[in-house]
C-alpha cells in the first residue's frame, strides 16, 4: 500500500426532506449564486423547495449551465458574480452543474485568462468563492470532491481540473429526486459511478485489502440497484443506495494508498468533445477495451472482480478474466447503453485524432503510464 494523506471537509446532509436545512447551513451576510442546468428543477419540484428555503436571502440566479458544462456559458456567469458582488454559490443540479459551479468559483477572482488554468493544472488559481451543492443526478461524486471537467465547445476541448480549494462546504443529497429523472439520466449516472470505483480498484495489486473490499461492495451495490433504479417507479432505498454510492465512488474513500488508473476517462472525454456523446455512455464504450488490452496489468484484480463482486467460480483464471470482461459490458448494454464506436458512426478518423492530441500534449496515462498513445489506439480501434 502506498502513503497516503486524506482529508474530506464536505458536510454531507443525507435523506428524504433534507433541501429544507439548507437554511440552517448558510449565512444571510452573503450575496448567493444559485446555479441550474436546464430547468429540469423547475418540473421536478427542486427549484421550488430550494426557493423556499432561501426565503430571507439575498439571491441572484444563473441558469442554463449545459451538460458537459461549456467554458463560455461558465464566463458569463463570471461576469454577473463580478458585477453584483457576489460571495457565495450554491450549484443545484448535477455533476455538470456542480462541475461548472466550481470552475466559476475559481475564475471570479482569477488574474489573466481562466481557461489557462484548466490547460495547465500547475498554475495557482488564488482566491475562490465558496460553493456548496443540492444533488440532482448521482454520477460524478462532484458533491464531495474536489474536481471538476470542463469543456470547451469552441475549440473541442474537454478538460479536468482539481484543486483542495474547491471542495463544496458542504453538499445535501435527497434520494427522492431520482424518482423523477428520467431513465438516460439514471442509466449514465450508474455507469460513471461504475467507471469511478474501477478507475481506483481495477490497476494492480499493492495489498490494499481495505480499499479493495470497500470498491467491491460499492461495485456490487451499483449492479444490485441498478434494474430497480432504471424502473420507473424505483424503490426509496434501491435510490439511496446509488446516490451514496455515487458519492463514495468519487470521495477519496477507495483512493487511498492505491495506484490510480483514468486512462479510460481521458479517451472518453475527447469522444464527448468531438462528437458530443454522453459521459456514460464513452465509459461504457471505451472501458471493456481497457480491460481486454491491460488485461496482463490488471490480471489480479480482474481474477478479484471476477470471483468476489460477479461470483465466478468455474473455469481457469483466464476464462475467469474472459468472463469478466464480457459481464462488465453485459451490464453497460443492461442499462440501455450501446458499446461500440460503430454505434454511433464513429470510426478511423476520430481514433486518430484522439491518439494524435494525446501523443501532442505527452500523454502517458494509466496506473504507471502504460496507457501510451499507441496502447490507446488499440483500445479504442478494439472499440469499433
Same mark, same amino acid.
Given at each position: ?37 436546464? /430547468?429540469? !428543477?423547475?418540473? &421536478?419540484?427542486? $427549484?421550488?423547495?430550494?426557493? +423556499? =428555503?432561501? #426565503? ?6 444563473? /441558469?442554463? !449551465?449545459?451538460? &458537459?458544462?461549456? $467554458?463560455?456559458?461558465?464566463? +458569463? =456567469?463570471? #461576469? ?6 457576489? /460571495? ?297
Amino acid at each position: 500500500m502506498n502513503n497516503f494523506e486524506y482529508q474530506n471537509p464536505v458536510k454531507l446532509i443525507f435523506g428524504k426532506g433534507s433541501i429544507a436545512k439548507l437554511s440552517e447551513n448558510l449565512h444571510k451576510g452573503e450575496k448567493i449564486m444559485m446555479t441550474y442546468g436546464g /430547468g429540469s !428543477i423547475k418540473k &421536478n419540484g427542486v $427549484y421550488d423547495q430550494v426557493k +423556499k =428555503a432561501l #426565503e430571507g436571502f439575498s439571491v441572484v440566479e444563473f /441558469g442554463g !449551465i449545459e451538460p &458537459n458544462p461549456d $467554458y463560455a456559458t461558465l464566463m +458569463k =456567469a463570471v #461576469e454577473i458574480c463580478r458585477a453584483e458582488g457576489v /460571495g457565495f454559490l450554491l450549484a443545484v443540479g448535477g455533476g455538470s452543474v456542480i462541475d461548472g459551479t466550481k470552475f466559476i468559483a475559481a475564475a471570479v477572482d482569477y488574474k489573466g485568462e481562466p481557461w489557462d488554468f484548466v490547460k495547465n493544472p500547475t498554475l495557482p488559481i488564488g482566491e475562490t468563492l465558496p460553493i456548496a451543492t443540492v444533488l440532482t443526478l448521482p454520477a460524478t461524486g462532484s458533491e464531495m470532491n474536489p474536481s471538476a471537467v470542463i469543456s470547451r465547445r469552441e475549440t473541442r476541448e474537454k478538460m479536468a481540473i482539481g484543486n483542495p480549494k474547491l471542495y463544496p462546504v458542504f453538499s445535501i443529497l435527497d434520494p427522492q429526486v431520482i424518482l423523477s429523472l428520467p431513465k438516460r439520466q439514471k442509466a449514465n449516472g450508474l455507469a460513471d459511478a461504475f467507471v469511478h470505483v474501477m478507475e481506483q480498484y481495477m490497476t494492480d495489486n499493492i495489498s490494499t485489502l481495505v480499499q479493495d473490499r470497500w470498491a467491491e461492495g460499492l461495485l456490487s451495490t451499483l449492479m444490485t440497484v441498478a434494474p430497480n433504479v432504471l424502473e420507473e417507479n424505483p424503490d426509496y432505498d434501491a435510490c439511496a443506495n446509488f446516490m451514496y454510492a455515487a458519492t463514495c465512488a468519487l470521495n477519496g474513500y477507495i483512493a487511498m494508498g492505491v495506484n490510480e488508473d483514468w486512462a479510460t476517462h481521458m479517451m472518453g472525454h475527447e469522444l464527448t468533445a468531438i462528437h458530443g456523446l454522453d459521459h456514460g455512455v464513452t465509459l461504457s464504450i471505451v472501458f471493456p477495451g481497457t480491460l481486454e488490452v491491460f488485461r496482463k496489468e490488471k490480471r489480479d484484480k480482474l481474477l478479484s472482480y471476477a470471483i468476489n463482486v460477479l461470483k465466478i467460480q468455474s473455469g481457469t483464471k483466464d476464462e475467469k478474466i474472459d468472463a469478466a470482461i464480457e459481464k462488465t459490458e453485459e451490464f453497460f448494454n443492461s442499462l440501455g447503453i450501446k458499446t461500440r464506436l460503430s454505434d454511433y458512426g464513429i470510426g478511423q478518423d476520430t481514433i486518430d485524432e484522439i491518439v494524435s492530441r494525446f501523443t501532442q500534449r505527452g500523454w502517458n496515462l494509466g496506473e504507471h503510464g502504460i496507457a501510451t498513445p499507441e496502447k490507446v489506439k488499440e483500445i479504442l480501434e478494439s472499440r469499433l
